[in-house]
């Protein structure tokens, strides 16, 4: 029998998971393990480049494996696993910081955007930090990395680290590719509809584990534009708000844009935003109260963890071992 494919990726726990997180990421991880062989982690480490309450990051990182699992990561089918858990991350993390040119990583985007905002923390794990990415994702060898459009930089990162590596070494590395989603892979704010839906602006961003009615009220809110025309009608240059809430249903329920368009013409933006609200709320209804479920049981999240990063320790060892002999390191 041929060997499965791999697919592996993972998110910072360093706020709620939310809807961008679940349309550009986590939707396309569900449902693959017939497939791939997945690995799905809680990247733990990438969360201290930015300063983290020690107690608020513990609770969030059991949430987000109890909603890896409601989003349907089986963890018999998946490996899910805790990224601190597995020290080859850190290990070949190193590593690959000596492969890593500056120039690179003073070009990527990711590492602009929070140097500007975190003006009196510009650490140096924030600068290195696509190093360790890029060890998070070489250990497991995976063929595909689904993510969402913003880390599409740092796979892209990850490949030229690992061509350079091999180049010097021999074949160590697969060469992973980015795996984007069609629709749903740069989900903007609800509030302000130039910028992405992130944590940081709660009042444009749908948590998983909101409310129905907050997360109703969120897209009545939600920024339109300002023509006249109040028409549903796919144009992201002109009407950048609509056009998002169009993307954000499309990802939902699987219509297409021309369907959409269809669906509300004549009907305006007064119908169409609850209607977009409502679908998502169907959506997420059953996710959060299975991940309510599933957290109420720690026992059986310590059981899932345990398994997941002895499982993932195992085969991110073997990489690991083999990059110490190509570099000249003395066996243990
Ligand atoms: P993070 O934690 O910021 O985001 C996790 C995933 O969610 C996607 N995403 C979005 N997709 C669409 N619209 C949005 N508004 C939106 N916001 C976030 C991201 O693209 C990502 O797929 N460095 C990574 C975490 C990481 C990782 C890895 C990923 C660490 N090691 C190895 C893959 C492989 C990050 O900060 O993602």
């Known amino acids: 029998m041929d060997e499965k494919k791999v697919m592996l990726s993972g998110i910072q726990p360093s706020g709620d998971l939310h ?67 597995v020290p080859a991350h850190a290990e070949l993390g190193w590593v690959l910081n000596c492969y890593t040119m500056f120039g690179e990583l003073s070009r990527m985007t990711q590492f602009k955007d929070k140097s500007a905002k975190h003006k009196d923390n510009i650490n140096g794990g924030l600068f290195t930090y696509p190093a360790l990415m890029a060890a998070d994702i070489l250990l497991y060898q995976p063929d595909f990395v689904p993510v969402g459009n913003d880390q599409k930089q740092h796979v892209e990162l990850t490949r030229d680290v690992a061509e350079r590596f091999n180049h010097i070494y021999g074949d160590v590395f697969k060469i992973p590719e980015p795996y984007i989603p069609k629709t749903g892979a740069r989900i903007m704010s609800l509030s302000a509809p130039e910028s992405k839906m992130s944590k940081s602006m709660p009042e444009g961003c749908v948590f998983l584990m909101e409310k129905p009615e907050d997360i109703q009220r969120k897209f009545k809110r939600a ?110």
């Open 19 to 85: 809807l961008g997180n679940y349309l550009g990421a986590i939707k396309n991880w569900a449902g693959r393990s017939e497939e791939f062989d997945c690995y799905y982690f809680m990247a733990d480490m990438h969360t201290i480049t930015v300063r983290q309450n020690p107690a608020d990051l513990r609770r969030r990182t059991l949430e987000q494996l109890a909603q890896y699992i409601a989003c349907g990561l089986d963890p018999e089918k998946n490996t899910l696993f805790i990224q601190s858990h």
């Open 223 to 332: 920024i339109t534009d300002s023509d006249t025309e109040n028409c549903v009608r796919y144009d992201p240059a002109a009407k950048p708000g609509v056009s998002n809430l169009m993307n954000i249903y499309s990802a939902v329920t699987g219509k297409s844009y021309e369907e959409i368009e269809q669906e509300f013409d004549g009907k305006g933006y007064g119908a169409f935003k609850p209607a977009v609200g409502d679908a998502v709320i169907e959506t997420l209804r059953p996710i959060r109260e299975e991940a309510q479920r599933i957290l109420a049981d720690k026992a059986y999240l310590e059981t899932v963890y345990r398994a997941g990063a002895e499982k993932a320790g195992y085969i991110a060892g073997k990489t690991l071992r083999k990059v110490y002999k190509k570099i000249g390191f003395v066996a243990r």
